[in-house]
C-alpha cells in the first residue's frame, strides 16, 4: 500500500475555461522557457511554486500580480483568485474567506467557481471560534502516525526496535531507552507490535508476534520486567488499539489467521485484563483507524467503509446495545481516524477535501451527534508540518542534495571487481547515500547495512517506511492517510563497459505476516545524473502473500520487459532464508537478466535491447530495499558480488 503521486515537472498553463472550471485540474503542455511575462505565464509560474515547490507565500504575490491588473478575460483572474484562496486555506488565513466572497460577489457569470467558492465558504463558515486544545490534542495523539505510543503524559514513547524486534520506551526528553523485551533475530523471530499505553502511564499493553499464525495480547511494566499474557491462541491474531480509562479492559482487533494470512474481516473486541475473556462487538475493515473507548467507557468510535457507504464515515458503537451511529454524514470526503476529546464532548476526524486535509469535529452526547460537524482547521497536514518545524523548502533541499550524492560522475568507473566481503570495512568505491532531512519519526535510519551480523556477507536491512522511487521528487511526505515515507537506504558502485556480466549470490530473510516489503538489485542508467533506465530485480512479500521475484527492464520511464511475480522451483513459503544466484549481463544494448538455485544451471528470465540514449553516459550498481510499518528482521546477505568483462572466463 504504497501511494504514489507523481510530480509534474516545470509546464506551461494553457488558460481556457478549463482553468476555471476546476482550478485544481489546470491543462498543461510542455514549454521550454519562460521568456515571456504574460498574465498567463506569471498564473503558470505560480501554479508551479504552489504545487511543485510549496511555496504558498511565493505563489500568493503572482497571483496577486494578477488579479491586480485589468483584462478583457476576467476568467484568467477568476482562475487566479481561487487559487489564491485556496493557497490561503493551505495555510490555515483567515484570508481565505473573504477572497471566496469576493468571488461570488463580483462573478456571477462564471458558474463553476462560483460553486466552489461556495462549498469551500460553506465548509470554512462553520469554523469553531477557539479550539486550540483540541488541535493540540488530536495532533500529539493523532495527527502523525508513530509507529509507536505516546505514554498519557506524553514524556515517553513505547515502539519496536527493529534491530532486534524489542518493545523499547524512550524517554523523550533524554533520550534514555529501557529494553523491556530481550531477544535478537538470530535467536527468534518474534518482534512486539502495536502498543497502548495504559492510563496510569505504569503498564504497556502490545502485540507478540509469535510465528507466521499467532499475535498475541501481553502486558508489561514499563520499568521492565515479565509479560502478563493476556490473550494467546493459535491461528489467532490480536492487535491492542486501547486501553479502558478504569484499566480493566482492552480494546483490540481480532482476525483469524493460518499459514501467515488473514482468513476473514477483523472483529473488534472487548478484552478483559486479566482475565482474558473475549467479548466481540463489530466486524471491521483491515483499514479501520481510530478505535479508541469514550472517556465513560459506554461507547467505542472508529472509521468504517459500511455496506451502503460512498466513502469511509466515523461511526460510535454503543457497548450495551451495540447501536451504530454515523458521526459524519454532513461532511464531504473521505473520513477517517476519530478520536474523542479528554471531556468526551466531541469526536475529532479528519476529512480529506480539495483543498487539503480538514480537521473536523461533532459535538457528541451518548454516542450521538448533538450538533453539527464544525472545522477545526483548515489544513492539518500543514500544521502538523509547521509544528514539526518542517519546511517544505527542507524537503525539497534535502532531496536535491539526496539527487546530487546519488550522482557518481566524480568517482573512477571499474572494468572489473570481486567482493566476497571477508572484511568488516565496506570497500571505499561502494557509495552510501542516506536521508539527511527532516524526520517526523523516533527512528533514524531508513535502511541499514552491516559487514559483521552475519559474517563474510553483506547484509541489508529493512526500515519502516522507507521507498525507492524515480525521481527522487516523488518521495511522499504526508500522504492523506497522514503517513510520511522517507528515501530508503542506498548502496551504490559505479561501473565501466559495454560488454560485461555482474553476478552474485543472495539469501533473502523474509518473515510472515508482516507489512509489504522489498529487496531492489539492479543497474542504473544515468545521463548526467539524470536517470534513463533500469534493469532491476525485486524480491517482494506482502503481509497475506508469499514472497516472488519480479524483474522489470525500463528506459525513460517506459517499461520494455517485466516479468513477475514468479517463483523458481525450490523458493520456499515458510519463513526459511531462501538463496539464489543472480546474473546480469551486458552486450552493448542487450540486457538479460538469469537466476540460479545451485550457481550452475542459469535460467533466463529476461532480456531486452535498450535504446541508445536510454543507455546514458553512467552506470551503476544500485541495492535498496524498502517497506511500510512492519519490517519484522527482514534483510538480504549477499554472499558475493562479481563484475567482470563479458570476454573474460
Known amino acids: 500500500m504504497h ?39 506569471i498564473l503558470q509560474e505560480a501554479v508551479y511554486r504552489e504545487e511543485i515547490e510549496g511555496d504558498l507565500q511565493g505563489a500568493i504575490k503572482l497571483y496577486e500580480q494578477i488579479t491586480g491588473q485589468f483584462h478583457k478575460d476576467d476568467s484568467l483572474l477568476v482562475c487566479a483568485k481561487l487559487r489564491m484562496a485556496m493557497c490561503y486555506e493551505k495555510r490555515g488565513d483567515e484570508r481565505a474567506l473573504g477572497v471566496y466572497r469576493d468571488i461570488i460577489r463580483g462573478y456571477p457569470k462564471h458558474a463553476d467557481a462560483l460553486r466552489i467558492a461556495r462549498s469551500r ?18 495532533i500529539a495523539r493523532v495527527g502523525v502516525e508513530r509507529l509507536g505510543a505516546l505514554s498519557p503524559d506524553g514524556s515517553l514513547e513505547a515502539h519496536t526496535d527493529w534491530r532486534t524486534g ?20 538470530n535467536e527468534s523471530p ?16 502490545y502485540g507478540w508476534y509469535r510465528d507466521g499464525s499467532c499475535v498475541g495480547l501481553r502486558t508489561i511494566s514499563a520499568d521492565g520486567g515479565e509479560p502478563d499474557i493476556i490473550f494467546e491462541r493459535d491461528s489467532t491474531c490480536v492487535f491492542p488499539a486501547d486501553w479502558s480509562r478504569d484499566g480493566k479492559q482492552l480494546l483490540a482487533r481480532i482476525a483469524r489467521s493460518g499459514r501467515g494470512t488473514i482468513l476473514d474481516s477483523l472483529t473488534l473486541s472487548i478484552i478483559d485484563i486479566p482475565s482474558g475473556k473475549c467479548t466481540p462487538l463489530i466486524l471491521i475493515d483491515g483499514d479501520s483507524r481510530g478505535l479508541q473507548f469514550s472517556p465513560d467507557g459506554e461507547y467505542v468510535v472508529f472509521d468504517l467503509f459500511a455496506k451502503g457507504d460512498l466513502t469511509r464515515e466515523v461511526y460510535t458503537l454503543s457497548i450495551s446495545d451495540r447501536r451504530l451511529t454515523k458521526l459524519s454524514g454532513e461532511v464531504i470526503g473521505e473520513k477517517d481516524s476519530p478520536f474523542w476529546s479528554a471531556a468526551g464532548r466531541h469526536v475529532l476526524f479528519r476529512a480529506n477535501a480539495a483543498g487539503g486535509t480538514l ?45 546530487q550524492a546519488s550522482s557518481l560522475m566524480g568517482r573512477p568507473p571499474v572494468e572489473a571487481f570481486e567482493e566476497i566481503f571477508e572484511s568488516t570495512r565496506l570497500d571505499s568505491a561502494w557509495k552510501v547515500v542516506e536521508w539527511e532531512g527532516p524526520n517526523v519519526y523516533g527512528f533514524k535510519t531508513f535502511g541499514r547495512i552491516s559487514l559483521s551480523d552475519s559474517p563474510g556477507h553483506l547484509r541489508y536491512y529493512l526500515d519502516p517506511m522507507a521507498l525507492w522511487m524515480l525521481p ?26 559495454t560488454s560485461w556480466v555482474l553476478d552474485t549470490k543472495a539469501t533473502y530473510g523474509l518473515l510472515r505476516p508482516a507489512d509489504g516489503r522489498y529487496f531492489f538489485l539492479g543497474i542504473l542508467f544515468n545521463h548526467d545524473g539524470t536517470p534513463t533506465g533500469t534493469a ?50 551486458r552486450q552493448e544494448a542487450i540486457l538479460t537478466l538469469e537466476m540460479s538455485e545451485d550457481g550452475i544451471s542459469y535460467i533466463r528470465i529476461a532480456s531486452a535491447s535498450y535504446p541508445q540514449e536510454a543507455l546514458g553516459n553512467e552506470q551503476q550498481l544500485l541495492i535498496i530495499g524498502g517497506g511500510w510499518f512492519t519490517p519484522a528482521g527482514a534483510y538480504v546477505d549477499f554472499d558475493y558480488i562479481r563484475f567482470r568483462p563479458l570476454s573474460s572466463n
Open 3 to 41: 501511494p504514489n503521486h507523481p510530480l509534474p515537472g516545470r509546464t506551461q498553463l494553457r488558460v481556457t475555461s478549463a482553468c476555471v472550471i476546476f482550478t485544481l485540474g489546470l491543462v498543461f503542455s510542455p514549454s521550454p522557457c519562460f521568456c515571456q511575462e504574460t498574465l498567463e505565464q
Open 121 to 138: 465558504l460553506a465548509v470554512l463558515s462553520e469554523r469553531a471560534p477557539d479550539y486550540s486544545a483540541l488541535i493540540d490534542q488530536y
Open 166 to 185: 524489542n518493545l523499547i520506551v524512550e524517554n523523550r526528553r533524554t533520550g534514555r531507552v529501557t529494553e523491556l523485551t530481550h531477544k535478537t533475530w
Open 190 to 205: 518474534e518482534f512486539a507490535y502495536y502498543k497502548v499505553w495504559s492510563p496510569d502511564g505504569k503498564r504497556i499493553a
Open 359 to 403: 480537521l473536523m469535529a461533532v459535538p457528541v452526547r451518548e454516542g450521538m451527534p448533538s450538533g453539527r460537524p464544525y472545522l477545526l482547521h483548515m489544513n492539518v497536514q500543514n500544521e502538523i508540518q509547521r509544528r514539526a518545524g518542517i519546511e517544505r523548502q527542507q524537503l525539497v533541499a534535502a532531496v536535491q542534495k539526496l539527487e
Open 472 to 497: 527522487l521528487s516523488r518521495t511522499i511526505f504526508g500522504d492523506a492517510s497522514g503517513y510520511w515515507y522517507y528515501p530508503a537506504l542506498q548502496l551504490r558502485r559505479r561501473l565501466s563497459g
Open 536 to 585: 532491476s530485480i525485486e524480491r517482494v512479500r506482502a503481509w497475506e502473500g508469499r514472497p516472488t521475484f519480479s524483474i522489470t527492464i525500463a528506459a525513460d520511464g517506459r517499461t520494455i520487459d517485466r516479468v513477475g511475480p514468479f517463483t523458481l522451483p525450490g523458493d520456499t513459503l515458510d519463513s526459511l532464508p531462501y538463496t539464489c544466484h543472480i546474473r546480469i549481463t
